[in-house]
């Protein structure tokens, strides 16, 4: 079972960019996927971007399509959001997450994910 644990947030103008960073223990992290969540005030969690454990399947949701990409290093037990183009409507507490861990390459579905980090916000002014 895998910890992530957040780093990389920050105060950022629109139209800048931003890389997330999640450096997860374990000595099996290749057999975990992992996500990138946000939480915005007032509002829900929210899925923002998932990959498969060896990093061949991605998915994201449709507000950040075209702007974020998601990527992992297994050999450093890590994984990254890079934000490009940031909005205001990004402003969030980012979370990492990661799954139960498989057999199976996949991306899990949201409720699979149980296994997540402390958050670290991001700002975006206008």
């Known amino acids: 079972q895998v910890q992530p644990v957040e780093s990389g947030g920050g105060l950022v103008q629109a139209g800048g960019s931003l890389r997330l960073s999640c450096a997860a223990s374990g000595r099996t992290f290749s057999r975990y996927g992992m996500g990138w969540f946000r939480q915005a005030p007032g509002k829900e969690r929210e899925f923002v971007a998932a990959?498969?454990?060896?990093?061949?399947?991605?998915n994201y949701a449709d507000s950040v399509k075209g702007r974020f990409t998601i990527s992992r290093d297994n050999a450093k037990n890590a994984v990254y959001l890079q934000m490009n183009n940031v909005k205001p409507e990004d402003t969030a507490v980012y979370y990492c997450a990661a799954d139960g861990g498989s057999w199976y390459d996949k991306v899990s579905p949201v409720h699979e994910y149980d296994r997540w980090g402390q958050g670290t916000q991001v700002t975006v002014s206008s």
């Open positions: 990959i498969s454990g060896s990093g061949r399947i991605t």
